[in-house]
Nanobody
């Protein structure tokens, strides 16, 4: 069973910030495209941010553009998603996913990913 862990979720006030992390001890994330997806109650899962394998590029959905930064910490085999200026509508379960060699347009489709984390709850509320 792949150990693919997410952390960093929690309760935050509107306008606040948080950093989500995903890591694994089973493979080297650098060679994988990594995506963050989220699903709010009663809504379909949507892509939030993506980073290409080998750090070829980073991408953001319109919903988080200019408020989020995705990055890798290769020394710790971790990908993080920092989100600022959080809004009520950012409330969701956030999932990290990884797929070998993903880059470009393939990143944005959830079907491209092999490994998924268990999800971490982010609640934005006053």
């Amino acid at each position: 069973q792949v150990q693919f862990l997410e952390s960093g979720g929690g309760l935050v006030q509107p306008g606040g910030s948080l950093t989500l992390s995903c890591s694994t001890s089973r493979f080297t994330l650098y060679y994988y495209g990594v995506g963050w997806f989220r699903q709010a109650p009663g809504k379909e899962r949507e892509g939030v941010s993506w980073i290409s394998a080998s750090n070829l590029g980073t991408y953001y959905s319109d919903s988080v553009k200019d408020r989020a930064t995705i990055s890798r910490d290769d020394a710790n085999n971790t990908v993080t998603l920092q989100m600022n200026s959080l809004k009520l509508e950012d409330t969701a379960v956030y999932y990290c996913a990884a797929g070998w060699g993903l880059y470009g347009g393939n990143l944005k489709s959830s079907a491209s990913y092999t490994y998924w984390g268990q999800g971490t709850q982010v609640t934005v509320s006053s």
